[in-house]
Nanobody, 116 residues
């Protein structure tokens, strides 16, 4: 099982980034998927999650990102995305992709830094 995130980097406040996470080694379409983040000195927190097709692709966002971030998935490409708009310095963190179906699989994370 492997999850590989990409798309992180340095962006100015107010800017946008799109993160991608490609999964392999498991039946991607069966899994719920999520994005989490961990800032220095803080606990890992939920950013957004999306269920599988059987559960209706239900979506949940963390309160801090509602209205600015959008999660989506393309099961044909084994990929989950996170579109982040109007980024703020407090969004600086390592962003992790997670796949869940009974047990959790995590990616290695991608750094997002929001700074002028």
């Amino acid at each position: 099982v492997q999850l590989v995130e990409s798309g992180g980097g340095l962006v100015q406040p107010g800017g946008s980034l799109t993160l991608s996470c490609v999964g392999s080694g498991f039946v991607f379409s069966e899994y719920g998927l999520g994005w989490y983040r961990q800032a220095p000195g803080k606990e890992r927190e939920l950013v957004a999650q999306i269920t599988n097709a059987r559960s209706g692709y239900s979506i949940k966002y963390g309160d801090a990102v509602k209205g600015r971030f959008t999660i989506s998935r393309d099961d044909a490409k084994f990929t989950v995305y996170l579109l982040m708009k109007n980024l703020k310095p407090e969004n600086t963190a390592v962003y992790y992709c997670k796949a869940r179906l009974g047990q959790d699989y995590w990616g290695q994370g991608t750094q997002v830094t929001v700074s002028s």
